[in-house]
């Protein structure tokens, strides 16, 4: 099963050029970051991780900037926070 979600993200990253994919509002984009939790850690954390981002990347977001820490975080739906370093950069 591993081998087969890693065959279906190479095989997105070969059919479907960059600019037509969905830019991703994190710093590692979804299939990326997928594919390296599935690399690295199996099939079952890599289909987690698949879940995870399918229920937040959905472009419904709000960044705010901690005015005491300077810290900007990124809330996205069912309460998720996202520290500034995994946010992506054409967003800050």
């Keep these: 099963m591993k081998s087969l979600l890693l065959t279906a993200i ?8 960059p600019e037509r994919r969905r830019k991703c ?3 590692h984009s979804c299939s990326k970051y997928v594919f390296d939790v599935t690399k690295h850690k199996g099939f079952s ?4 991780a698949l879940l995870s981002r399918m229920r937040t990347c959905n472009g ?5 900037t901690d005015y005491k820490s300077g810290e900007r975080m ?3 739906n069912g309460g998720v926070v996202v520290n500034e370093a995994e946010i992506a950069e054409r967003l800050l």
């Design 10 to 17: 190479r095989l997105y990253w070969l059919i479907i050029p």
């Design 74 to 76: 990124m809330y996205l």
């Design 45 to 48: 954390s890599g289909r987690k």
């Design 60 to 64: 419904h977001f709000d960044i705010i």
């Design 25 to 27: 509002i994190f710093r």
